[in-house]
């Protein structure tokens, strides 16, 4: 096992079940937020802190009980986007799960938002490009539609209202580091 969290959909009642041969062995469904959290902290390249809530949407990809994969899913951070967009904030996939996964994962939560939610219009996703190339977007079909420069954000003191400036609780390299906008139309 590739992490101390439990990745069992059902500890007590799954026995163990078969391992994938490939991507398209798992079964992506949704799944509780904490659970995909719980597997983004011990996963993520990047980024693995997140916040409590409010997550709309937590999928997983499974076989056999166990989980391979997770995603975390809100309304877009940046505030000059649509909120009726959809952004995927957090992606992760252990390092034993089949080649393909984090790709199989994109294709089928974006078929499930087309039937389920087609009104959101459009999914939105950043890749960070100091540790990602993109290639599971690419490979999902997503477009790379806007590129944003490298950044330095100062935020050691308060904004002119007098409220502290965010924490960067993945660090400040995670949150300034140049990023690509991907985009599925829905």
Known sequence: MSCLVERRAYPLF??????????RDLVIEQCPVEHA???????????PV???????????????GT???VALWHNPSA???PSHWLELRRLAVADDAPHC???RMLGQMARWFRRHVPERERLISYQDVAVHQG?????????????TPARKRDRSSRRPGGRLYRWDANGA?????????WEMEL
């Open 14 to 23: 799954d026995e163990d079940g078969p391992v994938p041969a490939s991507a």
């Open 37 to 47: 959290r719980d597997l983004v902290a011990a996963w993520h390249s990047r980024m």
């Open 50 to 64: 997140t916040q409590v809530s409010p997550w709309q949407y937590a999928f997983a990809a499974r076989c056999g």
């Open 67 to 69: 989980t391979y994969g």
């Open 79 to 81: 505030r000059m986007l």
């Open 101 to 103: 996964t984090a790709s």
């Open 135 to 147: 290639t599971i977007y690419a490979a999902a079909g997503w477009t790379a539609a806007h590129t």
């Open 173 to 181: 390299d995670a949150h300034s580091s140049a990023k690509v906008r």
